[in-house]
């Protein structure tokens, strides 16, 4: 076992052991409150520019497989839990948690305090942190972790964008028939890839949707040409403000298609629609956050994982909040007056997570009917 050392902006230090990768990463620190779905969370292309603390004790119990994998590989800068599973045991998993990460090079660290260390993050706030298994120096480490920037304003969206544009036909997964694959596909959507999920994807494809997957940076003329019945914004990491060109984009999309948003397709909606955004505390990320639908007064527990949110008061008359979060009322979901749009800042799509959100891709569906 090799000694690794997390060291955070304000000084506060975690000695614990390294694995998956060796060397040295640094991001902002956020913890995760999901009991299962340690894959899918390593490859939500959202954590890009962070590292990730698991809540739950017990990490890589049941390995990986190919079939959980939300994008080509993980994005996060790193892994910190309390205790890795150095055995895996499903019949579905292909590989161990630590292979996995040492193939992907995301640097690991267990044996500390994720208790104290989630505490301290709740009532101080997400920050910057540093997670070494090479330069073991408290001092050298706390230096580069105070003098490295924070995502405020970052563009961190062109580093998990595709490259070029692609068709995705494919299904969700079961274990009789693997991926489903439709013959037919009464609508054709084209998302906007801003570190969009796989399983995103495959459940606008079980709804009836060919999906066109473009990168963040095409301009609304372009989609426009490959005459969409909708348009989707997808999930995404860091700072929507930090993506001023996507906002420009959404602006001239307002009103030509039906338009449905997720999490940070969600925040660029609303500065795109004249609204603004802030960073949260330390943000919403779990599978198990209580939002309410405020035209029904149903209950839904939701998959999240995002570090901003929308302010509600900049909003015009023209936007209608839908959602909002239980827990600190923060707003979950809008809709426009007048244009077939709306968003929600949690993620139907689960993995890991509830499917009590699910509905909301028929709801887009019904909208471009």
């Known amino acids: 076992m090799k000694k690794a050392l997390l060291v955070l902006s304000d000084g ?3 000695q614990g052991w390294g694995f998956g990768a060796t060397g040295e990463r640094i991001g902002e620190l956020v913890f995760n409150t999901s009991m299962t779905g340690y894959q899918e969370i390593l490859t939500d292309p959202s954590y890009k520019g962070q590292m990730v603390v698991m809540t739950y004790p017990h990490i890589g119990n049941c390995g990986v497989n190919p079939e959980d994998m939300e994008s080509p590989r993980p994005s996060l800068e790193g892994f910190i839990v309390k205790e890795q599973s150095p055995i895996s045991s499903n019949w579905r998993s292909k590989q161990d948690l630590d292979s996995f990460l040492k193939e992907k090079e995301i640097v690991g660290i267990e044996g500390i305090d994720t208790r104290a260390l989630t505490r301290h993050i709740r009532e101080k706030g997400a920050q910057m942190g540093i997670l070494s298994t090479e330069d073991l120096e408290r001092k050298n480490l706390l230096k580069k972790a105070e003098h490295s920037k924070g995502l405020i304003g970052l563009d961190l969206v062109k580093e998990v964008t595709c490259l070029s544009s692609y068709t995705w036909e494919e299904g969700s997964w079961d274990p009789q028939n693997g991926f489903k694959r439709p013959s037919q596909f009464p609508f054709h959507v ?5 570190g969009i999920k796989r399983n995103i994807l495959r459940l606008l494809v079980n709804a009836g949707c060919r999906v066109t997957v473009v990168p963040a940076n095409t301009p609304a003329e372009e989609a426009l040409r490959l005459n969409p019945n909708g348009i989707f914004l997808s999930n995404g990491p860091g700072d929507p403000e930090g993506v001023s060109y996507a906002v420009a984009t959404i602006r001239s999309l307002l009103g030509k298609k039906p338009i449905f948003g997720i999490c940070l397709g969600h925040q660029l909606l609303g500065l795109a629609l004249g609204g ?21 007064k149903k209950v839904e527990i939701t998959t999240q994982n995002h570090g901003f949110a929308v302010d509600v008061d900049s909003m015009g008359d023209d936007i209608e909040l839908t959602h909002i979060n239980l827990n600190d009322q923060t707003v979950e979901g809008m809709r426009h007056r007048a244009f077939p749009i709306f968003s929600v800042q949690y993620h139907p799509e ?3 997570g509830p499917h009590d959100a699910s509905y909301l891709f028929d709801r887009f569906v019904e909208m471009m009917k």
């Open 190 to 194: 084209v998302a906007y890839d801003f």
């Open 350 to 352: 689960a993995s890991p």
């Open 12 to 14: 506060t230090t975690f």
């Open 276 to 296: 603004k955004t802030y960073k949260l505390k330390f943000g919403h990320h779990g599978g198990n956050q209580p939002v309410m639908d405020l035209k029904t």
